[in-house]
């Protein structure tokens, strides 16, 4: 059974693993293999499902709203919104835009959590999105709000302008990290858990790569990421970082585990994490994620980890010692 914890400060409850739907639709799943993806998912007891309305050509949310007939309240239903395109259409006609046609899409009437994609631009008044985020909340058509791809100070930003005007404040934030991929470490995770932010973790397997499917040098199996020219990949395919994934698999195997239990299992241990948003091309997959999700780590074992991957870099680490006499 699949742990369940908090979603941020939503007083929504979800399992450790959600899936993720950015898989939906072209060029990746039609609707029958979506279908399957979900039902697999439903099964082992995931029931946070996350999209956004550029998911799949703009095609997973109407294929989530076709898959989810007739079981919509057992799922935890999260989508994203952009500030892309904005033009001279008002910030509130924007938001509201977007969020109605999410609705019609999915075929609800009510989003569980609404997420910003992107930080806005510094030519959009924040305090107009926050705004209009919390009318929507009022409404009842959005239960709870997050951001995406949000650094600290903007999370922070954000928090002092919905406190000031009592505002509903962002209950998560879902961002890139990964075993190779810490950065989020250094500053949004100690802000969110010092706040009370939920962290959705996404691409937790980084694009694929923590399944140990790619090797540099040789030629990426068809059909995956790699093969299509996944930036994250491309970034990721260096020998250093393979020999770490290499050094896990071991780890895993000492275990009778995946290298990529391993790593969703890593994340699942975070006590800030909320839920760890893992895509899935199959069912298969699915089972997996769940697996590893399931793993509760112990102490030797991260620290077996931590051994391979190394402690990510601090701003506050100095070169010096703060210390007095």
């Known amino acids: 059974m699949l742990p369940r914890r908090p979603l941020g400060s939503s007083g929504i409850e979800v399992a450790v693993l959600g899936l993720g739907g950015n898989v939906f639709g072209p060029p990746r799943l039609d609707l029958q293999a979506s279908r399957a993806v979900v039902d697999a998912a439903a099964d082992l007891g995931v029931d946070l499902v996350d999209t956004a309305n550029v998911y799949g050509q703009g095609q997973s949310e109407a294929i989530l709203g076709e898959v989810l007939q007739g079981r919509r309240d057992r799922f935890v239903l999260a989508t994203k919104f952009n500030l892309r395109a904005l033009g001279d259409q008002d910030v509130a006609t924007h938001v509201r835009g977007q969020a109605e046609a999410s609705l019609v899409a999915l075929r609800t009437d009510r989003i569980d959590l609404y997420q910003l994609h992107h930080a806005p631009a510094d030519v959009v008044d924040t305090a107009e999105v926050l705004g209009v985020l919390d009318a929507l909340v009022r409404e009842g058509k959005v239960r709870a709000i997050g951001a995406s791809n949000f650094s600290a100070w903007r999370l922070a ?162 070169p010096y010692s703060m210390a007095r006499g």
């Open 157 to 318: 930003e954000c928090a002092e302008l919905c406190a000031a005007h009592g505002w509903t404040p962002f209950a998560t934030v879902q961002n890139y990290w990964h075993l190779l991929a810490r950065g989020i470490e250094a500053e949004v995770v100690p802000y969110a858990a010092r706040h009370g932010i939920g962290v959705l973790p996404f691409h937790p397997l980084g694009g694929g790569y923590l399944t140990g499917k790619y090797v540099p040098g040789r030629e990426r199996p068809a059909g995956t990421r790699g093969a299509a020219g996944s930036p994250i990949i491309d970034a990721l395919d260096t020998p250093d970082v393979r020999a770490k994934v290499d050094a896990l698999t071991a780890v895993a195997a000492d275990h009778g585990r995946s290298v990529g239990e391993l790593a969703v299992a890593w994340l699942a241990r975070q006590p800030v994490v909320s839920s760890v948003i893992a895509g899935a091309s199959n069912p298969q997959q699915v089972e997996a994620n769940v697996a590893g999700a399931s793993w509760v780590l112990d102490d030797a074992t991260v620290a077996e980890v931590e051994r391979v991957v190394g402690e990510p870099a601090s701003p506050e680490r100095l």
